[in-house]
């Protein structure tokens, strides 16, 4: 094929933008790629690159999508990865099979545990293969830090493995390069800084958490001692070790024991939410907290208080939340810690010291049974002060714990960049690699790191995607997921776990251990050998191969859990955190619920999420509250007011967004939004908020000017679009109601008798006609143990191959989820209760939508399911509309992706890929339950054992809030549910007779805080 000249033989000059994107258009196959080397490139070209091609040649591009190639690194998945259930070593060899491998049973997927790591801590998952492709992500339910729950970020982690914006190849300077390319340009610069004992490197990572990669780089500094390590994240815990460290003269880990915990109180902490070190843990011992029922939970129900400065999950879900400016929460902190014992009096806002004073009284009276949590993006003295009021009311040994740190140096990360760009500017580094962060995007406004980063003279960017930082270095290295390649990680129990490939890397990308044993002289070593190696120079034991075995097996290493601290609080006053003292509206900076700090801003899966409060999707807003909306002029619609947020010179515009509980005077923005270089899917959606963010103040800032700018922007906002209309869709009582009526759930409930319907019986014998079992498949949710987290969600979307639809779509109210979380407010807009109710297809017993679909595309089975037969629907929408749940989908237009060959491999294979104009809704995942009715088949024929079967929604949940089951089996949980008196139907008046129950709220609020009446409803 002939290539395309960049430079012609007449001029010598780079072509146009517009002549060069025609040529580029007109071009087939990856080769044309090689010749952009010789570009005179311009800002347009490089955007016209990112934005409208691959940036580097692909193994799935054209022709070489076939069956061989993929066999390939099919193969290389079952080489290089251990089995979850076998005790066969995997070998290294990767080559195609020609015998098929014995345990691979074509339809039978397999299960391989590794970790996910977020924020410093890794979660110990199961990854689900498919004939060698990994297809899903469960929690490890061997491990105590998971019990067998994951958050929606390790769910989504699957489809950036095959995200088709990934970096391919090696660059250099926008051109493609080989590895040995790399080696061989490494070898003089390596050499001469060896000279130098590595005065002139510096490496910026993000934050380690693997004991081998921080082995790594002590060696390396062990090599070339006058070498500088940094690390950057801009969503960081520099501050829980901060606070440690004024607390005990040492950063420790802090970790909490929620199970028991009888008064629980958040400063500004959303311990319930992704993202949160222990989440799945912690949000799982405190629902089993939840329920009043005196048997199950004979501790008897907890008590939770919130003070906060932006509403959260953790905050709604508490009995009682305090709605407080950003600066106060240390003021509060204060005032508990000195009626506690905890320091010296402070000075806090008058009329919030009467629920401070109910707390104290509280926590008082629970001593050794409370606990107090505080927000990793406080500042340091709140966390001291935190550990101050753990020590006083004795709740160290008992709910609160200390160990070792889990990352291998916990430094004050924006002082640690800060130094870096000092070095730089005096000329002192030669050579910097960038193995993770992209700080040309999320560094503090004041750094201004890309007009540094250019002093650099030789730049190294190690990353899954040509991002902002890659685009600024000379060379790009391709980076490996965590799917692709061997290493190992902590959770938040110190414990490791090691993190093993499922696949060979798509593009020929290298691993950061790889990267690190280049420069540390070892360029042939691989991350199997560096991470075995490390391992072996470790592990106390005659047979390696054993215990090595084992660790891959289990998800962990035996007896790598960090001991417990003794430690003490050496001091109660701690020094007050400085601020401006501009006057004025403040400032609250958080990471995305969805997108987190911007790593995941071009996963479609997350972009398409609903935010757990606002709804919104694809975007990001600018939120106040209530009060300040009407006094500012700000209307509460989704085609919101742009205003514009103007802070030291430096500028930001985005929708305003009115959040009922929000703290007056003051804005929260959101991080991971507002770039260009992320990817198709994640460019151009949201406003930036880091160029308002500055290195002094990381925490909050104070005398902001937020103002109108007259535009409307439209936003799409999920909230209202899916209304049914009832406010007795959410039941709810105190504890002390719950004693007195049991039965509250019902005592306004008008449902008909069981005669009183026009729709035919259905029978569900136990057993069929050849005696074999016969089932009636249930779910009971309880929205006591609910916290609106959102990890359900995207399991269902990855475990059914739920599409991608868009930003308009979602607008028209045509997104494609199964399943939905329901947010709902009770009480004052200014600080209402909130409940999160999850609303799937009800299974309805008389099903509303059968008996008006004019070709029986929806059925009843005979277990009681109401079925979809794609292949019969024609597209009437009548059974939507006579749904009164709203809980069906109809795929308007052809939302799947059919040509991008990568997304073709994350769909799971037991669910059809369903094309344009048919109805789709939830199924209880019907592939999961004839798998396990034919494993209970092949098994004698025996009935199905009770959570045998476990929906994609159900197995995510970490706090075991849904339940499924088979309702024929009087022991089964799900029919002990049913019989519960806190069981209700939502609108069971309608008559539908719901398969899908709920089990209602029982809260326990202090009776000396007014609480917001039941019938008050926003």
Not at 146 to 173: E, V
Not at 313 to 341: M, T, W
Not at 883 to 897: A, E, H
């Amino acid at each position: 094929m002939e290539l395309i000249k960049i430079k012609t033989g007449d001029s010598g000059k780079a072509l146009d933008v517009a002549t060069v994107q025609q040529k580029l258009s007109a071009a087939q196959g990856p080769e044309y790629w090689r010749s952009l080397e010789e570009l005179a490139g311009t800002p347009e070209f490089e955007e016209l690159l990112h934005r409208e091609f691959p940036r580097q040649a692909s193994e799935w591009i054209g022709d070489n999508v076939s069956r061989r190639n993929f066999l390939q690194l099919m193969s290389a998945s079952l080489a290089l990865a251990g089995l979850s259930g076998c005790t066969k070593l995997p070998t290294q060899k990767i080559v195609p099979y020609v015998r098929q491998p014995e345990e691979v049973v074509l339809g039978r997927p397999l299960y391989y545990a590794t970790a996910f790591t977020i924020n410093g801590c890794a979660q110990p998952v199961l990854a689900r293969s498919n004939e060698g492709r990994p297809t899903k992500i469960e929690g490890n339910p061997e491990h105590s830090m998971s019990k067998g729950a994951t958050d929606l970020f390790a769910q989504a982690s699957i489809l950036d493995l095959y995200d088709p914006d990934r970096s391919q190849t090696n660059m250099y300077q926008g051109g493609v390069k080989s590895w040995g390319s790399f080696l061989a340009a490494m070898a003089a610069p390596l050499v001469s800084q060896r000279a130098n004992a590595g005065a002139g490197i510096r490496l910026l990572t993000d934050t380690v958490n693997s004991p081998t990669l921080a082995a790594q780089i002590k060696t390396l500094q062990q090599k070339l001692p006058q070498m500088k390590w940094h690390q950057w994240e801009p969503v960081n815990r520099s501050s829980v070790y901060a606070g440690a460290q004024l607390a005990f003269g040492e950063p420790v880990e802090t970790r909490y024991n929620f199970a028991n915990a009888d008064v629980v109180l958040s400063l500004d902490a959303d311990f319930l939410y992704a993202g949160f070190p222990g989440f799945a843990l912690y949000a799982s011992d405190w629902a089993s907290r939840r329920d009043p029922d005196e048997k199950k939970n004979p501790k008897g129900l907890n008590r939770t208080y919130a003070v906060e400065s932006a509403p959260t999950i953790s905050g709604f879900k508490a009995d009682h939340r305090l709605p407080v400016k950003p600066s106060e929460v240390e003021q509060c902190a204060r005032y508990l810690a000195s009626n506690l014992g905890g320091g010296s009096a402070a000075n806090v806002r008058s009329d919030l010291t009467p629920w401070l004073d109910v707390v104290v009284k509280d926590l008082q009276a629970h001593k050794g049974r409370a606990v107090v949590v505080a927000g990793q993006h406080q500042p340091p003295a709140v966390h001291a002060l935190a550990h101050a009021i753990n020590d006083s009311l004795g709740s160290v040994g008992q709910t609160v714990n200390y160990t070792d740190p889990i990352v291998a140096n916990p430094e004050d990360q924006v002082a640690s960049l800060k130094a870096l760009l000092a070095d730089i500017n005096a000329g002192k580094v030669d050579m910097l690699v960038i193995a993770g962060p992209n700080p040309v995007y999320d560094a503090p406004a004041d750094f201004d790191f890309a007009e540094v980063l250019k002093k650099v003279p030789l730049k190294i960017h190690w990353g899954q995607h040509v991002d902002e930082t890659a685009m600024s270095c000379d060379w790009h290295i391709s980076g490996t997921h965590y799917l692709e390649s061997w290493s190992d990680a902590r959770s938040i129990d110190g414990q490791v776990t090691i993190v093993q490939p499922l696949i060979a890397p798509l593009y020929g990308s290298h691993s950061l251990h790889e990267l690190l044993a280049v420069l540390g002289g070892q360029a042939d070593a691989t991350s199997y050998d560096v991470v075995r190696a490390n391992w072996q120079s470790q592990a106390k034991t005659l047979n390696f191969d054993d215990f090595w075995r084992r660790s891959v097996h289990n998800g962990f290493v035996d007896g790598s859990a960090l001991p417990a601290r003794n430690v003490k609080v050496k001091a109660k006053d701690f020094p007050a955190t400085q601020i401006n003292q501009s006057q004025g509206t403040e400032i609250a900076f958080r990471p995305d619920p969805s997108l987190w700090d911007g790593r995941f801003t071009n996963n479609g899966w997350l972009q398409e999420l609903p935010k757990p409060l606002t709804k919104l999707v694809w975007d990001n807003a600018i939120v106040v509250s209530p009060k300040m909306a009407k006094d500012m002029g700000f209307p509460a619609d989704q085609e919101a007011s742009v205003a514009e947020i103007e802070y030291r010179g430096s500028k930001i515009r985005g929708p305003v967004w009115v959040q009922a509980g929000h703290p007056d005077d003051t804005v929260t923005v959101y991080f991971g939004y507002g770039r260009n270089l992320a990817g198709r899917t994640g460019n151009d959606h949201g406003y930036n908020a880091y160029p308002i963010w500055f290195s002094d103040e990381p925490h909050f800032s104070r005398g902001v000017k937020i103002s109108k700018t007259g535009d409307r922007q439209l936003i799409s906002s999920t909230q209202g679009s899916q209304l049914i209309g009832d406010n007795k869709a959410i039941r709810a009582a105190s504890l002390e109601e719950y004693k007195k009526n049991p039965d509250f759930a019902h005592a306004k409930a008008e449902e008909p008798a069981p005669d009183e319907t026009l729709y035919p019986g259905y029978e569900y014998p136990a057993t069929g006609e050849n005696g074999a079992p016969a089932y009636k498949w249930g779910m009971s949710i309880d929205l006591n143990r609910c916290t609106g987290c959102n990890a359900c969600i995207i399991a269902c979307v990855a475990e059914n191959n739920t599409p991608v639809v868009g930003k308009e779509q979602c607008q028209r109210g045509r997104h494609m989820h199964w399943l939905r979380v329901d947010t709902y407010y009770q009480g004052d807009a200014a600080n209402p209760r909130g409940y999160f109710e999850p609303l799937t297809c009800q299974q309805c017993e008389n099903a509303p939508c059968e008996l008006v679909c004019p070709v029986g595309a929806t059925v009843h089975s005979t277990e009681g399911l109401n079925d979809m037969v794609y292949n019969r629907c024609v597209g009437t929408r009548y059974c939507s509309n006579n749904c009164p749940y709203k809980v069906r989908r109809f795929n308007f237009l052809l939302f799947q992706d059919w040509d991008t060959p990568q997304l073709k491999l994350v769909r799971n294979p037991e669910v059809s890929v369903r094309s344009r104009g048919v109805m789709e809704k939830c199924t209880y995942c019907i592939q999961r339950i004839a798998n396990g009715r034919i494993r209970a088949e092949e098994d004698n024929n025996r009935r199905v054992v009770d959570g045998e079967i476990l929906t994609a929604c159900q197995q995510v949940c970490p706090t075991q809030a849904i339940t499924f089951g088979d309702l024929n089996d009087p022991k089964s949980k799900v029919a002990e549910l049913r019989e519960d008196k806190r069981t209700y139907g939502v609108l069971e008046e309608l008559n539908t007779r719901p398969r899908t129950t709920y089990t209602a709220a029982v809260l326990n609020p202090n009776p000396e805080i007014p609480a917001p009446q039941p019938e008050q409803h926003l």
